[in-house]
Nanobody, 119 residues
Framework: QVQLVESGGGLVQAGGSLRLSCAASGRTFSGYRMAWFRRAPGKEREFVAAIDWSDGNTDYPDSVKGRFTISRDSAKNTVSLQMNGLKPDDTATYYC????????????WGQGTQVTVSS
């Protein structure tokens, strides 16, 4: 069974950086797409970044492009999200998610980690 456990959230001032990690277990993730989403209070869930485990291809929305970087470590089975230039609008609970690359929806989710950016 796939398990995803996020860590690394916290409180940071605007302009600062944080690095989130997602420990993935339960299977090998070749052929999977790993992603980060976030949800702020009163807002819908938002896609933040994704990476194909097999070839490392990445995808970002314009809102974080150039500030956030997603990566994976196959040896440690972890997916990381390096967040630089943080803004108060980045405040949210961040979730790690996984799916088979050929599927549309993400069936596997972590419990989330809180990121708070103060102005």
């Amino acid at each position: 069974q796939v398990q995803l456990v996020e860590s690394g959230g916290g409180l940071v001032q605007a302009g600062g950086s944080l690095r989130l990690s997602c420990a993935a277990s339960g299977r090998t993730f070749s052929g999977y797409r790993m992603a980060w989403f976030r949800r702020a209070p009163g807002k819908e869930r938002e896609f933040v970044a994704a990476i194909d485990w097999s070839d490392g291809n990445t995808d970002y929305p314009d809102s974080v492009k150039g500030r956030f970087t997603i990566s994976r470590d196959s040896a440690k089975n972890t997916v990381s999200l390096q967040m630089n230039g943080l803004k108060p609008d980045d405040t949210a609970t961040y979730y790690c998610a996984a799916r088979r690359s050929f599927l549309a929806g993400y069936p596997y989710w972590g419990q989330g980690t809180q990121v708070t950016v103060s102005s």
